[in-house]
């Protein structure tokens, strides 16, 4: 028999080896399987020699009747005779015929697919048939053919598909060794052939197969170096090009470079540049992947990939920056892995976590701190400070969800790491600062937050689940080591909880009285309401706490089981039980429960966290007090590592009894807590007698041998204790004694009255206990008290100065620095304003006296008798109390309305006090006041004028103030309807007739032409305006509009009658109206039939008829918005070389640093060239000081910067040298040289000065032929002050420093100055031609002209251009003595305190031709000293004491003389061109001849009767008394003459305009 082989026409003779049938295809099928069996067997067992003969076999047996057989175990038997044959003729197959061979293998690898069930009985042909074929490496005969793929495709998912976990190892090592072949020795790799192996290691099959995953994983290990350009081109088409559709890898693109760098890395080596590029790609999605991709590789376990590439990690890392918000999370996300597995990664990935943040998108910041957080649970100590602090910062944000996440998770981490059984101490240390943090955030205004405090407070910081010993204990620590924000935070979460329980209190007390009478009817809508602002969304929580509401009135179970959480028995177990059982009864946790029972659900529990004291019980309460007392004794280790433990504890038992005071209990308790009165620590046994007062009003009653041994020591310490246990011990007596208080007290208040001496060692503590005691029985003490307030605090003690404060330069020290008699003022103060408080009434005039007497100590800078004993830190205290205390008296309705309007603008100018800290704690006092509603509206009005602070955060902080305040009221009112009636009283926009009036009467406008005083109260006006404006919800343009345009049509009730006060008041009306109309972009209109209201006591009835449309600020007044502000200030740099200055106007920066901090008093200004000064002609002396000073209103400014003794002509000298401190001292020792030639008794002093006076000649005589001009600003605000400079110039100026500057004025350059030189060009003319006719004159001439011409305060040029203050140190220098009359001065409560009414200018006929004798008498008689003899004098004297200079306080600065409407006239200018001038120099000349002459003595004369004329628009900071401190604007060296002249015009009042034009005329004809 033979066979023909395919493609061919031979025919091969078949031979069968020996001892095999031949098979045919008549066999039957079992006989066919039997004789395949032997032939299987034969060829088994056959070697590779002599095997040509069995060709015809091999290829009878590779017929279609066997490829094709129906019966699966012929094709098995088959494919193993054939694998054999292959193995047998190798290297050459018998079979040649490309097709049969292609169909030879493909029948082999369907016979392959046996593979899959290794069970079989056929297995092990199947894997016989598999050895072999890899065994020979059979499928490499297919390399040659041309449809190789198919066949290799068809194997290859054979594998991939069989493979299973059954398989052993030898299996899938044939598979492998069959495989590997294929694509390390052929020629090409298809497409679909790699898309079929790498299909293997993606998802899904990747989890599907994993058997076929690791499969193609080791054939890829196997084949990487061959299958590597194939990869390499595929990725190059699909990412570069594009081409994706040719594969259908095309869909797992990135996902399967990922896990080839995760099998084998190799073959990504050209393909990872182009992710580079990928990552830069427009498309997000490319992006996205690319990143999501990159983050794995470069994360994954062991991955080197960061380091071998360093670009591409570059790249990655400027991905968390990416313009897309997935991008930029993706990134955040893989952060995570980076700290768990590459610790050497973490610098670069939390750097750019770090930016993150800060993201702009709340998702980004909260998938930041979701992502740290599960770094810090999964692995703590691979978590870093530095991934801390992001979270600790994410606390604050401003996204609720990002808050409480990071919160909630920090929460977590401190109770596991504190509730360790072994407490690291490093892990401690990284999160000890999480208990501050969490409370922290309940300064938070959202319900939101502090519910989730109160929440982490009861389960991570201190669970409640604990038992009560160790819960206390932790307790105690938590609260011993909070820091002092969050140590206020949890007394305010306490009070908070109080305050519900209070009101769920009251919702229960009302359903029992209705339940018990149905006809009692019990309002519970504020309460609701109340409950309902605490919880999140109070409109819905107010709905649902009305359900409960009505719960709790129709079960009376639901409210037993409520009336036991807020009563006195309610222990901590049972509380807990309770709150299941209601929460249980509302039912809405259940899973068939709706959204309203569930939102009811989630409401109450809320409410119930606050409600139900889980945490402390009377248990708990006598735990604490034990722990306390180990702490105070030291005993135990509760206080380990803890400062002063015992105060902290003790503050602890203060907080709870103020919150459970029902759950201090037991005799045991009390003795402890008694004890603590007896500790040597005073803090421990103050805070305790707190604890008794809050806890004891039981005692007398309950416990009444605790009460006998308490009341004796509350006594006791009352009589000798500190002030504050004094306070304190009083209070408790007060609270805990019901039967015998007045008894009581009266043995207290005989002691300490007999003990109110200052030479007592309890003389503060009894001042103390002396308030306090007129407070709480103001009826049983009355008589004995206003004979003690009289005598023994005003007389004895505010107006006396027994010490001399220490000389120091601050204005504010440490309260430990404070002399004992300061402190007893403050006291005294405190004495006076709680002995009203307790009065409620104005007997005898009581308050009115009060008030004048702490209006005049803030007049007088805190120095009441104006001794000048006190240094200035003490001084700044005590007119900061005098002013709280005022404040402290506007709080009783009573008394509010008993305070004048001078003594309101006095009290409002202490928000500009030079004093910082005077700033501050008036401010944060103020806002105290407004914000609890128990200070008028008008109060308000004084914030506006802190627009004038030089320092930003007060600013800033003061205008948060406002809006609280305009916040508050504004809610109050819509809680409470009902005030419609009273609305003015509470409505915030009110405050604006108020804030017109305060700044219509500031000290610094002293017209209504007055551009720079108008633009600062116009600073002042939209610092007020801007909160009441800037929510249009809020905001009612037309009601804004209206209430200022009714102002227009009224008169100031101040001052009706004057003129000009009424047009300055329009005047900032018309500013107000101007910022509406420029500032306003939100502007709505109202519908409003409500006619705004004007309060009486400001302004007269305004007139309906007639519309005052006049405007009166100056024409081309700018309105432009006010530019942000800053804290520094321009100014030139201080040089002597004015030319230079001129030549270089560029603005230099000076920054104030100090401590404090405080406001630099000294600025500079850029000056330009001075010019040669003309000769002047000697003028006459001016005329009487009293008329002359009162001719003006803004001279009593212009006074404070006057020397006490010093004449005009050495002080304008010594300003020409560009030394203002010399200026100053040079003045004051002219003055003393002057008084020792007309002999008079005078009393030694303290000065200041900067140089001796030689130096201040020689810098005069070199300056003197120059002037300086200042720049235009400072000319304009120089204006107004030349004329009060004229009519004062021949008082006694006093030597001062510059007290700090206005804000509006720190900014200078020397360009401004041009154009208001080129506006005065023809009064310049006139002023040449009077200075040529005046050349011939000698230096004597000149000086005297200087002297009673105009005064020169901060040194005067040509034209009267004063020079600006230089920021020169200061430095300690002698000062002339002052001159005082014999007669000893009295102040008198109820007269000198009083504020003169304003004055005026008179000249009198009758006395004109006295007054001209007299000058020509003295012209010819004055024989003046110079500078240099002056200054040897003064040093000589042997009584001046050493001085301390100290800085002037104030906001306004010292103003050169110039014109009160145009620049200032020339020293030169003849009296005819200065008529002013000339009748101010005969009055000054009447005056200074008026004091006899008396021979000094060494004795201290009595100082002069001399009256206090004070008027309250012109307060300011006042000038520098002799020792160094602060006087006010009384005039300290009236001769008796003088005093007569001032008495008699305060008679007669303000002089006409008729009376200023004869003057003047008279002047002029001089």
Not at 380 to 404: A, G, N, Q, Y
Not at 583 to 594: A, H, I, T
Not at 597 to 606: D, E, P
Not at 884 to 911: G, M, P, T, Y
């Amino acid at each position: 028999m033979s066979v023909i082989a395919r493609g061919t026409t031979k025919a091969v003779k078949i031979i069968y080896p020996p001892g095999c049938k031949e098979v045919t295809e008549e066999l039957g099928k079992d006989e066919l399987v039997r004789r395949l069996k032997l032939i299987a067997r034969a060829f088994q067992d056959m070697g590779q020699d002599d095997n040509d003969q069995f060709t015809g076999l091999a290829l009878h047996l590779a017929t279609d009747f066997f490829l094709e057989h129906h019966n699966k175990d012929v094709r098995l038997l088959v494919a193993c005779c054939i694998a054999d044959v292959f193995r047998i003729f190798a290297p050459e197959a018998p079979y040649r015929d490309a097709s049969h061979l292609k169909d030879i293998f493909m029948f082999l690898n369907k016979q392959l697919r046996g593979l899959e069930d290794p069970n079989s009985p056929t297995f092990k042909r199947y894997f016989y048939l598999l050895e072999n074929l890899a065994w020979v490496k059979s499928f490499n005969i297919c390399i040659e053919l041309d449809d190789n793929q198919e066949i290799f495709c068809s194997l290859f998912k054979l594998m991939f598909s069989v493979i299973n976990e059954k398989h052993t190892t030898k299996v899938k090592n044939f598979m492998l060794d069959m495989m590997s072949p294929l694509l390390t020795e052929a020629d090409l790799v298809s497409q679909e052939l790699l898309d079929i192996l790498l299909i293997n290691i993606v998802e899904p099959q990747k989890s599907q197969n994993k058997q076929a995953y690791g499969l193609a994983k080791d054939l890829l290990i196997r084949t990487c170096n061959s299958i590597e350009p194939y990869i390499q081109n595929f990725f190059n088409n699909a990412l570069m090009l594009g081409k994706t559709s040719e594969s259908e890898l095309s869909e797992h693109l990135y996902d399967l470079i990922y896990e080839l760098n995760a099998v084998c890395p190799s073959v990504l080596l050209a393909v990872l540049p182009q992710l580079e590029f990928k990552l830069k790609s427009n498309e997000e999605t490319e992006r996205k992947q690319v990143t999501k991709i990159l983050s794995k590789m470069f994360s994954d376990p062991g991955s080197n990939l960061a380091e071998q590439n360093k670009p591409l990690w570059i790249c990655f890392l400027g991905r968390f920056n990416d313009i897309s918000i997935s991008v930029r999370t993706i990134c955040v996300q893989s952060a995570a892995n980076f700290v768990l597995h590459h610790p050497e990664l973490v610098k670069d990935v939390i750097e750019q976590v770090k930016i993150r943040q800060h993201d702009a998108e709340e998702t980004v910041r909260q998938e930041v701190v979701n992502t740290l957080l599960n770094i810090a649970k999964k692995n703590f100590s691979s978590t870093t400070v530095e991934m801390l602090d992001i979270i600790k910062e994410r606390t604050r944000d401003k996204k609720f969800k990002i808050r409480r996440d990071a919160l909630n998770g920090l929460g977590q981490l401190y109770k596991v790491v504190t509730t360790a059984e072994t407490v690291s101490e490093e892990h401690l240390k990284k999160i000890i600062w999480v208990k501050d943090k969490v409370f922290h955030a309940y300064y938070q205004q959202n319900p939101e937050d502090r519910l989730l405090v109160e929440r982490l407070f009861n389960i991570c910081l201190v669970p409640y689940q604990l038992p009560v010993t160790e819960r206390m204990k932790r307790m105690f620590q938590l609260y011993a080591t909070l820091d002092e924000p969050a140590t206020k935070a949890f007394h305010e979460m306490m009070k908070h909880r109080h305050t519900v329980r209070t009101c769920v209190k009251f919702l229960l007390d009302g359903l029992d009285r209705m339940t018990a009478n149905p006809r009692d009817h019990v309002i519970f809508l504020p309460k609701l309401q109340q409950i309902a602002r605490t919880l999140p969304d109070a409109q819905k929580s107010l709905e649902q706490v009305k359900i409960f509401n009505e719960l709790m009135r129709d079960d009376r179970r639901m409210r037993s089981l409520m009336r036991y959480l807020v009563s006195t028995d309610c222990n901590c177990r049972k509380a807990n039980e309770n709150v299941k059982d209601v929460l249980k009864k509302l039912g809405g946790n259940s899973v068939g429960s709706s959204q309203v029972q569930a939102m009811l659900y989630n409401t109450i529990k809320s409410l119930l966290e606050r409600v139900a004291p889980v945490m402390v019980d009377s248990s708990a309460i006598a735990v604490l007090v034990k722990h306390v007392d180990d702490a105070v004794k030291g005993q135990g280790t509760i206080a380990d590592g803890i400062s002063k433990a015992g105060e902290k504890g003790a503050q602890l038992m203060l907080c709870l009894s103020g919150v459970f005071p029902q759950y201090f209990k037991g005799e045991e308790t009390f003795d402890t807590l008694i004890s603590f009165l007896k500790d040597e620590d005073e803090v421990v046994a103050d805070v305790t007698l707190q604890v008794f007062a809050n806890c004891g009003l039981s005692l007398e009653a309950e416990y009444p041998e605790i009460f006998a041994k308490l009341l004796p020591i509350l006594q006791h310490t009352a009589k000798i204790g500190n002030p504050k246990q004094a306070k304190h011990s009083l209070r408790c007596i007060n609270s805990i004694a019901k039967t015998n208080r007045e008894a009581a007290l009266s043995q207290v208040f005989e002691y300490v009255k007999n003990n109110l001496k200052p030479e007592s060692a309890n003389y503060i503590t009894s001042i103390v206990a002396l308030g306090h005691i007129s407070y709480m029985c103001p009826e049983e003490f009355a008589q004995s008290m206003k004979t003690i307030v009289s005598k023994d605090i005003v007389k004895d003690l505010l107006m006396q100065d027994r010490t001399h404060g220490r000389p120091v330069m601050d204005s504010w020290y440490g309260d430990h620095l404070v002399t004992e008699e300061t402190n007893a003022k403050i006291q005294a103060m405190k004495l006076l304003v709680r002995w009203l408080i307790g009065l409620k009434s104005n007997v005898n005039n009581s308050c009115t006296s009060t008030l004048r007497l702490l209006y005049t100590v803030i007049v007088h800078e805190g120095d009441l008798m104006e001794k000048g004993l006190i240094n200035k830190p003490e001084l700044a205290r005590l007119r900061l109390q005098a002013g709280c205390a005022i404040l402290k008296l506007a709080e009783e309705s009573v008394f509010a309305d008993l305070l004048q309007r001078e003594q309101f603008q006095a009290l409002a100018l202490l928000i500009n006090d030079s004093c910082y800290h005077v700033r501050v704690k008036f401010a944060d006092k103020l806002h105290k006041g407004l914000y609890s509603l128990k200070l008028p509206l008008e109060f308000m009005s004084i914030f506006s004028l802190a627009a004038n602070d030089p320092v930003r955060e007060r600013r800033t902080s003061i205008k948060r103030y406002i809006q609280l305040n305009i916040q508050r009221r504004r809610d109050f009112l819509k809680q409470n309807p009902a005030l419609g009636g009273k609305m003015f009283l509470y409505l915030p926009d009110y405050v604006m007739p108020y804030t017109v009036h305060l700044l219509a009467h500031d000290p610094d406008l002293k017209s209504f032409e007055d551009v720079q005083a108008l633009k600062n109260i116009k600073e002042c006006l939209w610092f007020i305006m801007e909160p009441l404006v800037a929510r249009s919800e809020d905001y009612n343009y037309h009601f804004f509009r209206r209430l200022i345009e009714n102002i227009k049509q009224a008169k100031d009730a101040q001052e009706p009658e004057d003129e000009e006060t009424n047009k300055k008041l329009y005047a900032v009306c018309d500013l107000a109206l101007g910022l509406l109309q420029k500032n306003l972009t939100n502007i709505v209109l109202k519908d409003e039939n409500v006619d705004p209201v004007l309060p009486c006591k400001l302004f007269t009835k305004p007139e309906k008829g007639a519309l005052n449309s006049v405007v009166y600020l100056p024409k081309d007044f700018n309105f432009e918005k006010k530019k942000g502000l800053t804290d520094t200030t321009h100014v030139a740099p201080q040089t002597t070389n004015y030319r230079r200055r001129q030549e270089q106007p560029t603005l230099e920066t000076i920054i104030v640093k100090s401590p404090g901090p405080v406001v630099n008093p000294y600025p500079t200004c850029p000056k330009e060239q001075r010019e040669p000064k003309a000769k002047r002609k000697k003028e006459e002396t001016s005329q009487d000081s009293t008329e002359s000073r009162e001719s003006e209103p803004a001279a009593k400014k212009i006074s404070k910067t006057r020397s006490q003794s010093g004449t005009a002509e050495d002080m304008e000298e010594a300003s020409e040298s560009g030394d203002v401190d010399t200026a100053s001292s040079v003045g004051s020792e002219s003055g003393a040289e002057s008084k020792q030639q007309a002999p008079a008794k005078t009393k030694p002093v303290k000065g200041k000065g900067k140089k001796t006076a030689a130096n201040n000649k020689n810098n005069a005589a070199k300056s003197s032929q120059d002037t300086s001009e200042v720049n235009s600003e400072d000319s304009q605000e120089d204006m107004d002050t030349s004329q009060e400079a004229k009519d004062t110039s021949s008082q006694d100026s006093e030597n001062t420093t510059p007290p700090p500057p206005k804000k509006r004025i720190l900014k200078r350059t020397v360009a401004e100055a041009e154009k208001l030189k080129a506006q005065q060009a023809n009064k310049k003319t006139t002023e040449k031609s009077s200075a040529n006719d005046s050349k011939d004159k000698g230096q004597t001439e000149k000086k005297s002209a200087q002297k009673k011409g105009k005064g020169v305060v901060n040194g005067a040029g040509k034209g009267g251009k004063g020079a600006k203050r230089t920021a020169a140190p200061e430095t300690d220098s002698d000062q002339s003595e002052d001159s005082v009359s014999p007669k000893k001065r009295k102040f008198n409560l109820e007269k000198d305190a009083v504020p003169a009414p304003k004055l005026g200018r008179k000249v009198a006929t009758s006395k004109k031709k006295k007054t001209e004798e007299e000058e020509e008498s003295n012209e010819s008689s004055s024989n003046p000293s110079t500078p240099d003899d002056t200054s040897q004098e003064s040093f000589k004297s042997p009584n001046s004491p050493a001085p301390k200079a100290t800085p002037k306080r104030g906001r306004v600065t010292a103003k050169a003389n110039t014109g009160a409407k145009g620049r200032a006239k020339s020293p030169s200018t003849s009296p005819a061109s200065s008529p002013r001038s000339s009748a101010s120099s005969k009055a000054s000349t009447q005056s200074s001849k008026s004091t006899p002459e008396k021979k000094q003595t060494g004795k201290t004369p009595k100082p002069t009767a001399k009256a206090t004329v004070t008027v309250n628009k012109n307060v300011r900071r006042a000038k520098t008394m002799t020792n160094g401190t602060a006087s006010s604007d009384t005039d300290s060296s009236l001769t008796p003459k003088k005093a007569t002249a001032l008495a008699r015009i305060i008679k007669k009042g303000t002089l006409g305009k008729e009376t200023k034009k004869a003057a003047a005329g008279k002047g002029k004809k001089k």
